[in-house]
């Protein structure tokens, strides 16, 4: 048989779901509740895929004063997996470092389940289902600001008869947007005697990298989104990795866990469409929501909407007010809702209204009308251009359109791009 282990990180169980503002008070209720429905999801997927182990990347909870309800949850997740002879490997992360006052609260845990402790790493083997041997290594943050280079610290541990998995919260090259926990580069990994590093941290899963030693990397992501960030606006669950008959760790499969999808988009509204026709458009957009990327699931949608209109202000105004008072987005979103994350509409603005407007607007377009300064321009760019390319971009459609033809395109383009430049009255 085929053996495998389950990757999974950022729990943050008992962190509350952000940027609701707008929802009504029972939807938002509906949701959180949705989303708690991802801990027993990931132990579901362990049990089905007949997991020989699970490890957890760190940040299981969103505090290290774990919520009554986040560990009782917590809990009854692990007997489950204990019932079913999963083991269970942790690692706490700069959200829940592993302090005295922690271990506490959390209390005894099932006999198949392990916590690394801070300072060093430690390693278990573990019986997979084929009855074969693998080994996982790791160590928890005991403090939330943890700035040691902790992947350096398991270059010293020996190689192992079996494959060899290492779990570690950490911030690889600095990653944007994350704060940087237990920095490290690619390097420290690939200097330790790892097959597989299950990583945690960063929410947006990871695909696998291959290091220069061997092993590989990978984030598994958080197995529910929470907010309107873009990383948490994706499909979230862990990763299910298989181990090779001979040993070798194969290419992990992501399996969804989530219960509540988050989800951007953005809408490009039709020049001067009314408030209707702009409704119309946001509800077929939450339709194609639904029907392509929720996987059936409760979706809190931000959409952001852009266009132009004679009356920018108004349209605005019309579309706060459709996503603020009672719509039927939540019916279209299998119970979730829409929160409108930005409204860009701009004036239409021709390019007879920026030559009469004077100044600099005017002087711009006029340059448009110097047809042989144009034309000097335009050559010079095509002899620095490469012919095969430049003709195979503007026959893509029609064969007989002329390399000259290109010219007129230009110039029109020149002139739609410089009208939106110089047409900056957002609102």
């Known amino acids: 048989m085929t053996d495998c282990f389950v990757h999974a990180s950022d729990l943050h169980?008992?962190?509350?779901?952000?940027?609701?503002?707008?929802?009504?008070?029972?939807?938002?209720?509906?949701?959180?509740?949705?989303?708690?429905?991802?801990?027993?999801?990931?132990?579901?997927?362990?049990?089905?895929?007949?997991?020989?182990?699970?490890?957890?990347?760190?940040?299981?909870?969103?505090?290290?004063?774990?919520?009554?309800?986040?560990?009782?949850?917590?809990?009854?997740?692990?007997?489950?997996?204990?019932?079913?002879?999963?083991?269970?490997?942790?690692?706490?992360?700069?959200?829940d470092p592993l302090t005295e006052d922690l271990r506490r609260l959390i209390g005894t845990l099932p006999d198949r389940t392990f916590v690394f402790d801070p300072d060093t790493p430690q390693t278990h083997p573990v019986e997979l289902k084929s009855g074969r041997l693998a080994y996982v290594s790791g160590i928890s943050f005991g403090a939330q600001q943890?700035?040691?280079?902790?992947?350096?610290?398991?270059?010293?541990?020996?190689?192992?008869?079996?494959?060899?998995?290492?779990?570690?919260?950490?911030?690889?090259?600095?990653?944007?947007?994350?704060?940087?926990?237990?920095?490290?580069?690619?390097?420290?990994?690939?200097?330790?005697?790892?097959?597989?590093?299950a990583l945690g941290h960063i929410h947006l899963r990871s695909e696998p990298v291959h290091l220069d030693g061997g092993g590989v990397y990978a984030y598994s992501g958080n197995p529910q989104g929470r907010s309107s960030k873009p990383s948490e606006c994706h499909p979230k669950g862990a990763l299910v990795v298989p181990i090779n008959d001979n040993g070798t760790i194969g290419r992990p499969d992501f399996e969804t866990c989530d219960s509540v999808r988050f989800i951007r988009s953005e809408i490009e509204i039709e020049s001067d469409e009314g408030i209707g026709d702009v409704e119309d458009?946001?509800?077929?957009?939450?339709?194609?929501?639904?029907?392509?990327?929720?996987?059936?699931?409760?979706?809190?949608?931000?959409?952001?909407?852009?266009?132009?209109?004679?009356?920018?202000?108004?349209?605005?105004?019309?579309?706060?007010?459709?996503?603020?008072?009672?719509?039927?987005?939540?019916?279209?979103?299998?119970?979730?809702?829409?929160?409108?994350?930005?409204?860009?509409?701009?004036?239409i603005t021709s390019r007879d209204d920026l030559v009469g407007s004077g100044g600099l607007p005017a002087a711009a377009m006029s340059r448009l009308d110097d047809r042989e300064a144009l034309l000097a321009t335009l050559g010079a760019l095509k002899e620095n251009l490469n012919g095969e390319l430049v003709t195979g971009l503007v026959t893509a459609d029609d064969e007989a359109y002329r390399i000259n033809d290109l010219d007129d395109e230009v110039v029109r383009l020149a002139e739609t791009l410089l009208i939106d430049a110089l047409v900056d009255r957002d609102v």
């Open 13 to 95: 169980l008992d962190a509350k779901l952000k940027n609701l503002g707008g929802l009504d008070d029972e939807t938002v209720d509906f949701l959180r509740g949705e989303a708690d429905k991802a801990w027993p999801n990931l132990v579901n997927l362990a049990i089905e895929k007949e997991a020989s182990f699970m490890v957890l990347a760190g940040d299981l909870f969103d505090s290290g004063a774990a919520g009554f309800n986040a560990r009782r949850q917590f809990k009854e997740g692990l007997e489950r997996l204990d019932a079913e002879d999963i083991s269970v490997f942790i690692v706490h992360g700069n959200h």
């Open 281 to 347: 458009a946001i509800r077929q957009s939450a339709r194609e929501i639904e029907r392509l990327e929720s996987d059936g699931l409760p979706v809190v949608w931000f959409p952001s909407l852009s266009g132009r209109s004679s009356k920018p202000e108004t349209l605005r105004k019309g579309v706060e007010e459709f996503f603020h008072e009672e719509n039927d987005l939540g019916d279209l979103l299998n119970g979730g809702g829409g929160i409108v994350r930005e409204i860009v509409f701009r004036h």
């Open 146 to 197: 943890e700035d040691r280079n902790l992947a350096k610290l398991f270059q010293n541990l020996s190689k192992k008869d079996g494959p060899h998995v290492a779990v570690l919260h950490t911030n690889i090259g600095k990653t944007d947007g994350h704060g940087n926990y237990a920095p490290c580069e690619r390097t420290d990994l690939a200097n330790a005697n790892i097959d597989y590093w």
